[in-house]
């Protein structure tokens, strides 16, 4: 689904990522894990084309990322909504846009895209706010926003920037129940944490980042105390 090897990022000349290397097969629902700027965004950017790559190669379902055009194909959701462009967007027009991909610019929406965009709306539980600004939403409540985007456009591969970042213990549930559906229909994820939380029975492997470089990549830790130690079992 997705392979990045050997990937080196430099910000300013300071190297951010040291050479990763991470490969993630389909059906499997990776955690990305480490401390405050160890690298963990920089990764999932660097697997999407989204952080300038100065070595290394990325591939999307196969394909290096320079030739890779299937953006249907996964679904990306970002660490916080951008500052927006000042024009006021409502949460069902946010989600809309996550059918972008698949029905292209320019055609107008099918009953099966405003069909997605409704069951996604209702799986993170906003259908009753889609018509509201999104501004008037919390941060947890916009997260969710996000996250019903990218599972509009009914991805094979969801990437998630820390999802449950500032989210409350309920909300947290709730994303878990959805990611759960998600799973279970053969979706393959790959998401950055802090703590794993509810998600936790749900991980299948677990990356841990540490400086710029993975220094552990396999079993995920016990408890969101048992951080695994970074010099311990590097893969
Ligand atoms: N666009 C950028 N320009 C300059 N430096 C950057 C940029 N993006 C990230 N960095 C730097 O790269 C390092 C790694 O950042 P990154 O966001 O990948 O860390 P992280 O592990 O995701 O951290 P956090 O848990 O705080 O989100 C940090 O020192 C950060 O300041």
Redesign the pocket.
């Known amino acids: 689904m997705l392979e990045v090897e050997q990937a080196v990022v430099a ?2 000349g300071r190297p ?1 990522l040291d050479g990763v290397s991470l490969k993630v097969a389909p059906s499997e629902v990776v955690a990305i894990l ?10 999932v950017k660097a697997a999407l084309g989204l ?1 300038p790559l100065v070595g290394g190669e990325v591939r999307l379902f196969g394909t290096p990322l320079r030739r890779f055009r299937e953006w249907h194909r996964l679904g990306y959701v970002p ?1 916080r909504i951008g500052a927006g462009s000042g024009v006021p967007a409502t949460v069902r027009e946010v989600v809309a846009e996550g059918r972008l991909a698949r029905r292209g610019f320019l055609r107008l929406p099918k009953p099966a895209d405003r069909r997605a965009v409704g069951e996604a709306l209702a799986a993170v539980g906003l259908a009753d706010r889609a018509r509201e600004p999104v501004s008037v939403l919390s941060g947890g409540q916009q997260q969710r926003v996000l996250i019903a985007r990218a599972l509009a456009g009914a991805p094979e591969l969801l990437v998630l920037d ?1 999802p449950t970042a500032g989210v409350d213990a309920a909300s947290q549930e709730a994303f878990a129940v959805c990611l759960h559906r998600f799973v279970d229909q053969g979706g393959t994820v790959v998401f ?1 944490a ?1 703590e794993l939380g509810p998600l936790r029975p749900l991980i299948t492997r677990a990356v841990v ?1 540490h400086h710029g470089e993975i220094v552990h990549d396999g079993a995920p830790p016990e408890t969101d105390n048992d951080h695994v130690h970074p010099h311990a079992g590097a893969a």
């Open positions: 910000y300013d951010v480490g401390a405050n700027g160890s690298g963990k965004s920089t990764l952080a660490q820390e950055v802090h980042v």
